[in-house]
């Protein structure tokens, strides 16, 4: 590994439970890496390890080659910005932020430097003597982020900083932790259950599934390559549908079933073998019209399936349809909508269209 942060063959248990099996992950300087996994993946675990919290069975964390495993988390540069924000209740703005340079005995003058830098910085100017209980949510992880921010870590850890937070502020402060990380230019290692702010934080994210690695990507590649099922239904490609398909060298075709017609696809570099698939897609990927309607039919390579409506509701912005494919449901969102019971074909480009082995 080549990183600045390294982890290596990393196994972590908890008793007689394996919770980390074998992860290898590589983070270099000034890299926002996101965590990405459902409750229970490791993520957590994984993250704690870093910062030293857990001790592994096996395996080696380092920085900038540095063996740092078996170092105290205060022993290790870095900086830990805890889900329920931990600040002390009886302490103002000012005193939480400063709280890790009074620990390493900062000179006075220095110290007010830097926390008047921290609150310049998170737009916390006017708030120095404000304690935690007259803060609002945002303002409180922003104190948490200045607590983190003022000792200048080498590596900044995030534990779901933003998961007390209700949506609206949620979507501001993930933006506003983004770029400021990419100002100072820290390296970030960020443990979310949410796709989206993993999407839209991170250089990289590495998806976590029962203590391992499934996926290391970018957000554009773990979104529109997912290398295997798991990857694709955790990436938002919820809806599953049976094939029989026959693989012969570079190309897949896709028998006519009873709620398919064929197609033939590129197989991409997927590990494919002739007999049953399944395939997911999301919601949004398919052109949804009318049984026999063929305006929507383009050049572009793609699956018909043939159907029929089930339910309709309204989310807003477009109309969401329960479909009825066989012994499968799926679900269409679609601009128009389609009544009850309404017989419909549903086109999806090739693109769209993840094809795996069955489970």
């Known amino acids: 590994m080549s990183g600045y942060l390294n982890i290596s063959q990393t196994r972590v248990r908890y008793g007689e439970t394996e919770i980390l099996k074998g992860v290898d992950l590589s983070v270099n300087k000034g890299e926002f890496v996101a965590l990405l996994g459902s409750s229970g993946c490791g993520k ?79 737009g916390l100017d006017a708030l120095g003597h404000r304690k935690p209980g007259e803060l609002s949510g945002g303002q409180r992880q922003r104190v948490a ?91 938002g490609a919820e809806n599953l549908i049976d094939l029989d398909i026959v693989v012969h060298g570079e190309a897949v075709d896709v028998k006519e079933g009873h709620y398919n017609g064929p197609a033939s696809f590129s197989k991409a570099g997927r590990e494919l073998s002739t007999g049953a698939a399944i395939a997911r897609f999301r919601s949004e990927a398919i052109t949804l019209s009318a049984k026999g309607d063929h305006s929507h039919t383009s050049g572009q390579p793609h699956l018909l399936l043939h159907g029929h409506v089930e339910q309709v509701s309204y989310p807003g912005g477009i109309w969401r349809h329960v479909i009825h494919i066989g012994d499968r449901t799926v679900i269409v969102d679609s601009h128009t909508r389609f009544e009850d019971g309404a017989e419909v074909e549903m086109r999806i480009p090739e693109d769209r269209l993840y094809i795996f082995p069955p489970n």
């Open 44 to 122: 957590t675990t994984l993250l704690r390890t870093v910062a030293g919290f857990n001790t592994p069975t096996h395996g080696t964390i380092s920085i900038d080659g540095k063996d740092v495993t078996r170092l105290p988390p205060d022993k290790r540069g870095m900086a830990l910005v805890f889900q329920s924000y931990a600040l002390w209740p009886h302490m103002t703005v000012d005193q939480n932020i400063g709280y890790g340079l009074k620990l390493r005995r900062t000179e006075t003058s220095i110290a007010k430097k830097r926390i008047d830098e921290m609150k310049g910085l998170l």
């Open 145 to 235: 982020l200045g607590r983190a921010l003022a000792i200048n870590p080498e590596i900044l850890l995030l534990d779901e900083p933003l998961s007390n937070l209700d949506a609206r502020i949620r979507l501001t402060v993930r933006h506003e932790i983004s770029a400021l990380q990419r100002r100072l230019g820290i390296t970030a290692v960020h443990v979310t259950h949410d796709r989206e702010e993993a999407m839209v934080m991170a250089d990289r994210i590495v998806i976590l599934n029962a203590g391992e690695i499934a996926q290391v990507g970018s957000p554009l590649e773990v979104y529109n390559r997912p290398n295997s099922a798991f990857v694709a239904a955790f990436m």
